[in-house]
């Protein structure tokens, strides 16, 4: 069945290239959901399948010029858009895509997450990413550990686990944009479908072993400092 119709941004061999990127996207995240794949599974599915994507042909897909022009750039922290596969797709995605316009100095900012995975392509611009493995918390704070700090452009994927590099922040070099690939509720059962935990990565107090305990803020506190 095809995810598009006339009129859809599936229309001609750009448009079939990223039809079938996205149903192997929403077949590893249904799997992620199923329990078929674990979450490192999973990571490493999309990272294989994102890491070969044509980036121009993916922004061609998603009528990224279009898009870009009315999602503009926030103040503070990042502006997104939900990227719609085409008037015809009627079947519910397993994942949420999302595209994030990050403009120069800003940033998305520090937060670690519960519930939820997510990977992050950037499409355009260049960002200084961190990311630090969450290894755990309380209402307070998070205990975390370093694990990336790089430059990172077009084409270049990063995500995060449950756990593992499930801490990220991205800040823009330049104006910048992200294809995101979203999935919350990965436990039905847990309190809250998802939850964002902001950082003040600043305040940060060195514990042994390299691990930093890192308050934890309000979204306006932090869009403020860090946005
Ligand atoms: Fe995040």
Not at 58 to 63: A, E, S
Request: no cysteine; aromatic share 8%; charged share 25%.
């Amino acid at each position: 069945m095809s995810l598009g119709s006339t009129g859809s941004v599936f229309a001609g061999s750009v448009g079939r290239k990223v039809e079938r990127l996205v149903s192997k996207i929403d077949e590893l995240s249904g799997s992620l959901r199923g329990e078929v794949l674990s979450v490192e599974e999973w990571r490493s599915g999309i990272d294989q399948l994102l890491s070969a994507v044509d980036v121009q042909d993916l922004m061609r897909g998603i009528d990224f010029d279009r898009l870009a022009a009315r999602t503009g750039f926030a103040e503070l922290g990042v502006s997104t858009a939900r990227i719609n596969f085409g008037p015809g797709n009627h079947r519910q995605l397993s994942f949420l895509p999302k595209l994030f316009a990050v403009d120069t100095g800003r940033s998305i900012i520090p937060h670690g997450h519960a519930n939820m995975v997510s990977a992050h392509l950037p499409l355009a611009g260049e960002f200084r990413l961190r990311q630090y493995d969450q290894v755990s918390r309380d209402e307070h704070a998070l205990i975390i550990r370093p694990t990336v700090d790089r430059l990172i452009g077009a084409g270049d994927l990063s995500s995060i686990g449950e756990d593992d590099d499930n801490v990220h922040w991205f800040i823009a070099e330049v104006p910048s944009y992200t294809f995101d690939v979203i999935i919350t509720g990965l436990d039905h059962e847990a309190e809250h479908k998802y939850e964002i935990f902001n950082l003040d990565i600043e305040a940060a107090e060195t514990k042994s072993e390299g691990l930093l305990s890192v308050p934890r803020m309000s979204v306006p506190e932090a869009l403020k400092k860090y946005g």
